[in-house]
Every structure is written in C-alpha cells, then in structure tokens.
C-alpha cells in the first residue's frame, strides 16, 4: 500500500553545511594555537605586544636607519659626536663592516696572496659538498682527497714557501681564515683521537685504560682557555731549549687536544649501547680486536651518536673564538681590534661589528646542525625503538 | 696425505707463539706504553727543568706570600689592597668565579625551565618564539655574548649624569647598575639567627608531616606553615629590637651616584651572557625530559582524577627530572668553566687574577698548577652536589 498522504520524499542527499566560521580556516587555527584556554589568550597578548615592541625598533635600526657605505666613522656618529648624522640618529653602521671586509675575512694576510685563501676556500666547498651530498658517486675518492690530499695542498697554499710562493707568517693571518682553519684541524684531529681515547678508555688493559680515563676527566674538568693557556706558555718549557713552535700550532694542539676528550665521551656513549650480543657475535666469527671493532661496533656506535659528534664540531667552532685570549686574532678577535681604530670609532661600531660576527658564526654551526638532524633521519634504519 | 697437514696443532703444544696469546698481547701492549710514558715525563721534566735553569726563573709556592702590588676592581666579602699577598688575590678570584658561577646558575635555570617549556606550549607563538631565542643563542660563541653585552648595551648606556632612573630606586649607566641596600644596625644578628632558626624549625616540621600523613592519612598546610614561620620569625626578631636596618639609597648627585651598592659592567655583562648563553642548552634539556615521560603516565594520572597542576607537579616533573639531572649537571660544570671567559671583560676572576700574577712572576707551572686544581675541585664538587641530587631523585626498584 502507498501513503499518498507523503507531500514530499527528498530523493538526493542535502549537501553537508559549512562550519560555522570558529571552526574552519585561519579563524580556527588561531582559536586553537593561540587562544586555546584563558592563558593562552593572555600569553598571546604578551607576546605579540613584546613582538610590536621588539620587531619595529630593530628593523629600524638594522636596515632603515643603517648607514651602508661610507669611508669613515662620520657616517656613524652624530652631529654631536663628529659625524654627520643628525643629532639623537641611532642605526647599525654596516659601513664599517662593509670597509674592514677585507681584513675580517683574511686578517693581515698579505694583500696581493689573498687568491691563495679564495683558492683554498674554493677548493673545500668544491670537495665538501659532494662529500655531503648523499647520492653523489666517488664517496671513497673524494674523502681520501679532502681528508688526506686537500690539507697538504692547503697548507702549501696557505703557509707558502714552496714552488714560488712567498712565505706568509702565521702571525698575519686572522679572520674567518684563521677560525676556519682551527676548526677545521681540529674537527679532522679530535674525531680519530676521541674515537682512540673512548676505546682506551673501555679498553680491558688497565694502565691504557687508567691513562685515557686521566686525560679525559682531566681535561674535560678544565677550561678550554687554561687549555690554550698551558699550550702557550707551558709548552715551550717542555721542549728542549732552542726548539720554538709557532704560535697558531700551539693553539691548534691546545683545541684538537681539549675536542677530543669532549669527543671521546660522545663516543663513548655510543659503544655502550652496542648490546654485548654484537661483541660476542663478532668474537665468535673469530675477528680480531680491530676487525670487531673497526667492522661491527664503529660503525654501528659512530651511527648512534652523531648528533653528539656534531654537537662537540659546533663547541669546538665556536670555542675557537676563544684564541682571542692568547692574543690570536679569528673572527671574533679580528673585528673586537678595529673597534679600537680611531678612523671607527662611534657608538655604533661595536655593535654593528659584533651582530655581523655573531651572524657568520650562527650561519656556520646552524648549517652544521640542520645537516646533523638531516644525516640523523636518513641513516636511521628503523631499528631506534 | 694433505689432509693431515691440517690437523690443529693442540693448544698445550710448545709450538703456538706466546705472541699471539691476547692476555701475553695485553701486557708487552701495556709495557710499552709505560716506557714511552715514562720516557716522555722524564724528557719534558729535563727539557723544564734546563729551560727554567738557563732562565733564571726560581720554582716552588714561596711567592705566593709576596706582596701582589696590584688593585682588584672587585673583591666583595673581603678586605684586598694592593698591599695583600698573592695568595689573597688568588682567594678573592676564586670567589668572584664562584659568584658569577651561583648567579648565573641560578639564573640560567630559570630562564631554560620557562624556555624549555615555553617550546612545548600549545600556544603557537610562545612556541615558535622559544625556538628562535633557543637556535640563536645555542649558534653563538658565549665569547661574544659577552662582548655584546659589555660594549655593544652597556658601555653605550649614558653617563652617570643622565643616568636612567628604574623601579625601586636603581640607576643604570655605563658605570653599572646601582641599588639600595640595606644596612643592619645593632642587634640585627637576632633576626639572622631568627631566620637560620625558622629554615631548620621548617626542615623538621616537613618531616614530622611527612611522617603523620604516612601513618594517618592526615594532611598538613606545610606551606603556609613555613612561609609564616620563615617570613614571621624574623620580622618578629626585629621588631623586638626595634627595626635596627637602615636602607642605603644611591642618590643622583653632581657627577657620580653616591650611595647604594655597585655592580660593575663588566660583572653585570659576564652574568647576563652566561646565563643566556647556558639557558639555551637548559631549555633542550628540559625539553627533552618532559617529551621523556610517556604520555601514558600523564594520561593514567588524569584517569586517576587528579588535576592538570597536580599530575605536572607529581607524575611528570618527577619522571622528568631523572631524564634532566645528568645533562644539567653538565651544562652546569661548562658554565663554571666558561666563566673564565671572565678574562676578556676585565673581571677579576681566578683565571683573570692569576693571568696577572703570572705576567708579574712569571711563575707559569705554579699558576697552571693552581689553575687545574682549582677548577677540577670546583667540577668535582658540583659533580658530587648533583651526584647526591640525582641519588634522591632516580627510581626507587626493588
């Protein structure tokens, strides 16, 4: 039987409404990361009043008020001051940057040799990137030729001496040059020795094991310019008389030596989560100590901790500045000298001079630990619980 | 045959070279090692010794009884002058590197808690701001931190003259920041002892409550109890005497602030950098332990019925701070040493006194000596102060 009563059947179905306006778009992602509960409202108030405070003044002074190009402090300072910048003016005097360039990047390197530095510097992004990049073939070629045949053709290049070049003391070096050089050693130094001390360390001979475990403690509980300060005044002492070293190979054995503790703790740490079925795994194939070692607990120990090895390559980056104490002059030490010269001097030099040093430093180790957390994800093979 | 030339040679047989015995290995390995060593001391001991004989330069601690002859800029809790002796100097550098040491401690773990939390917030942009204060400050040398705040803020602050006036009657200028303080007239030890009294009344009154609400179930208000106790004790102990304090105010005067106390740029630039420098690394810390605790713990606690403030403070913070403990201690230890960056700003500290000390002396194993034993002792006994933390706080098993 058929109601014929029914008025009406709908025969399609009603298309679904849209959210009301507090549940869709940007309104709702705002109602949700920020005004979630009462607190959260305020928190957001606070913060975006910090922000209209801190933001607009710091653009000012860092890009509309700066004053770019210029030869001398004048074009930093006042009216008041010397200069002829209006009176109460205040912005970053990237002039100053701009014409001490040079010197912040080579320090006193001779001039007309400064090609051998850009040549050096070409020479290791060209061999570096490929040696990042995971997919680019020749992985073994190219290590052997950055970590054995380009430090000799630097030195060559950088030092001279040899095949025509003039002799360049170690003394007038300074800048980026000098920071990265340090590093650089110093990364390619403490990672062998860290790895060699954190196996002595759990070695099962008790005098190397005694031995290791000294040097590490010893040097971890001290700071880095006692360090330097040791490597500066003391090591003369301990050489046979007439015997001199350079300067800025004292401070590169005081950095290598102070990372590569630091380093064998990271180390450390990642042999002693390799579960002791993988030792006794391999001593049952009969390998020996350096097969077991080298082929089956490195590389899976080395894997395990390499945000911490990047971790101590950032320190010793930034720990490098510190050679400024023993009178060496890296990036940091370079620009704090021509905050002295009286050609600069204003209110703004340091300043300026210190957020350009702060922001090549940060780009370098902020590289660093992008890369770190990007190698992290892609060797991860599944096993982390 | 040829099948019996590859019979094993039985181990007990004389044949098997003594060489290719591990534990035998083990000690020619160990052997040698010692030789080289010792070798290596007694070279570096004669080179040392023949290097300080054609010299001239006399050894031994004699000279730490000499008169210093220089001034130290700041030497709070003791009398120095240039009249005192090296030893002196030497004390009152290891104090103020333990000063800047407590204070930027202190500081550095409240502004990496507040950070460290900050990042996991669900308000977006306490998040994001968080993380940007955390990746630029983790980026920079601590070097200069310091010098950004010591020539870049502090040095460009006005004149005493026009110095700016803040809250609670402080001034700040590039001679650094000047504040009241009080000063204690007689009898003000009472309200001292009061309150020493009051911290211990306190420490017993927890335990008796701890101990009652175990046995009875029964709660008590600890908090207000010693609140009261702590603020009431002392305030009662000087209204006995009277109120003997005086405050000292810095009055704005002429050229100069007069009055109040100091604290110079160069202390001011050394606490503010390694407080940032180091909250940075707290913040990951804390972040880390927090994500640590499983979100199944906070979860069974609301199941439980207890609320949001008491599942933080009982379930997850507990847990958390097992995760923290060791990694602090850490960050604590390299704060300490960092402070010898002291040096660079001119403030007294240990390595920056003994600098001096060895420049006029020219004692450089002495002051390398007293260098490493200082702050080896200071790592040790931070080591051991967090050691006996993280004791009370790991897991309790069975």
């Known amino acids: ?385 | 045959m040829a099948s019996q030339d590859i019979t094993p040679v039985d181990s007990g047989s004389a044949k098997a070279s003594l060489l290719n015995d591990p534990r035998i290995r083990g000690y020619i390995y160990q052997v040698v090692v010692l030789v080289v060593l010792v070798g290596l001391v007694y070279w570096v001991v004669n080179n040392t010794i023949a290097n300080l004989q054609r010299a001239h330069l006399a050894t031994g601690f004699g000279f730490l009884d000499g008169r210093s002859g220089f001034d130290i800029s700041s030497h709070p809790f003791t009398q120095y002058s240039s009249d005192s002796t090296y030893i002196k100097a030497l004390y009152v550098g290891i104090l103020n590197t333990m000063l800047v040491a407590v204070a930027g401690i202190i500081t550095a773990t409240i502004i990496g808690f507040v950070i460290g939390v900050g990042r996991l917030s669900h308000n977006w942009l306490i998040r994001k701001l968080c993380t940007v204060y955390v990746e630029v400050f983790r980026n920079i040398p601590p070097l200069l931190v310091i010098f950004f705040w010591y020539s870049g803020v502090l040095a460009v602050l006005p004149q005493a003259r026009q110095s700016i006036a803040l809250p609670f009657n402080t001034f700040l200028n590039n001679r650094g920041f000047f504040f009241p303080v009080p000063v204690f007239g007689e009898g003000a030890w009472l309200a001292g002892a009061a309150f020493i009294i009051a911290i211990v009344g306190t420490f017993f009154i927890r335990r008796w409550a701890y101990k009652r609400q175990m046995a009875t179930g029964q709660r008590f208000p600890i908090l207000w109890t010693s609140l009261a106790l702590i603020i009431g004790l002392p305030l009662l102990a000087f209204a006995l005497k009277g109120f003997p304090v005086t405050p000292d105010w810095p009055v704005l005067g002429g050229f100069n602030i007069k009055g109040g106390s100091l604290v110079g740029p160069e202390f001011m630039s050394l606490y503010l950098a390694l407080s940032f420098y180091t909250a940075s690394f707290i913040a990951e810390i804390v972040r880390a332990g927090i994500r640590g605790v499983g979100k199944g713990q906070s979860e069974a606690s609301h199941a439980l019925g207890l609320r949001a403030g008491t599942t933080t403070r009982l379930v997850v913070v507990p847990q958390a701070m097992r995760i923290i403990i060791p990694p602090l201690t850490s960050q604590y230890l390299n704060l300490t040493k960092n402070s010898s960056l002291a040096v660079a700003v001119g403030y007294p500290d240990l390595f920056a006194v003994g600098g001096t000390i060895l420049n006029q002396t020219g004692r450089s194993i002495e002051v390398v000596a007293i260098f490493i034993t200082v702050y080896l002792s200071l790592s040790v006994l931070t080591s051991l102060f967090m050691n006996w933390f993280n004791a009370k706080m790991a897991l309790v098993e069975r």
């Open chain 1, 1 to 385: 039987m058929v109601d014929s009563n029914l008025s009406f059947v709908r025969t399609e179905m009603l298309q679904g409404e849209t959210p009301p306006l507090g549940e869709r778009g940007i309104v709702r992602w705002i109602r949700l990361n920020m005004m979630a509960t009462p607190v959260d409202a305020i928190l957001t108030i606070l913060a975006i009043f910090f922000l209209a405070w801190f933001i607009p003044p710091m653009i000012n002074w860092l890009f509309v008020q700066a004053s770019w190009s210029g030869a001398d402090r004048a074009v930093c300072s006042t009216v008041a001051q010397g200069g002829v910048m209006p009176d109460g003016w205040s912005g970053a005097c990237w002039a100053y940057v701009n014409a001490n360039f040079d010197q912040f990047m080579y320090g006193r390197y001779q001039l007309d040799q400064h090609w051998r530095v850009n040549l050096v510097g070409i020479l290791f992004v060209v061999l570096l990137v490929p040696l990042l990049i995971p997919k680019a073939p020749f992985k073994t070629a190219n290590a052997i030729v950055f970590f054995f045949i380009f430090p000799i053709a630097a030195f060559f290049l950088l030092v001279g001496g040899w095949f025509g070049l003039p002799y360049i003391e170690t003394a007038t070096w300074g800048g980026l040059l000098v920071t990265l050089v340090l590093s650089f050693v110093g990364i390619a130094i403490s990672l062998p020795l860290g790895i060699v001390l954190a196996l002595g360390r759990r070695s099962k001979m008790p005098v190397i094991k005694m031995l290791c475990v000294i040097f590490i403690e010893m040097v971890r509980g001290i700071p880095l310019v006692t360090v330097l300060f040791m490597a500066s005044y003391m090591l003369p002492l301990f050489l046979p008389p007439g015997v001199s070293f350079d300067k800025f190979l004292r401070a590169l054995i005081g950095v290598s030596l102070f990372a590569s503790a630091y380093m064998a703790e990271v180390v450390r740490g990642g042999l002693q989560a390799i579960p002791k079925g993988q030792y006794e795994g391999a001593d049952s194939l009969g390998l020996s100590y350096w097969q077991k070692t080298g082929l089956i607990v490195l590389p899976q120990a080395l894997k395990m901790v390499i945000p911490g090895i990047v971790n101590t390559f950032i320190g010793l980056f930034k720990d490098t500045s510190l050679v400024s104490i023993i009178s060496m002059f890296d990036l940091l030490g370079t620009v704090r000298q021509h905050f002295n010269d009286a050609n600069w001097a204003s209110p703004q030099t340091p300043i300026s001079g210190l957020i350009f040093a702060g922001f090549v430093f940060w780009i370098f180790c902020f590289g660093m630990s992008r890369y770190s957390i990007f190698m992290e994800r892609r060797l991860d093979t599944g096993h982390k619980r």
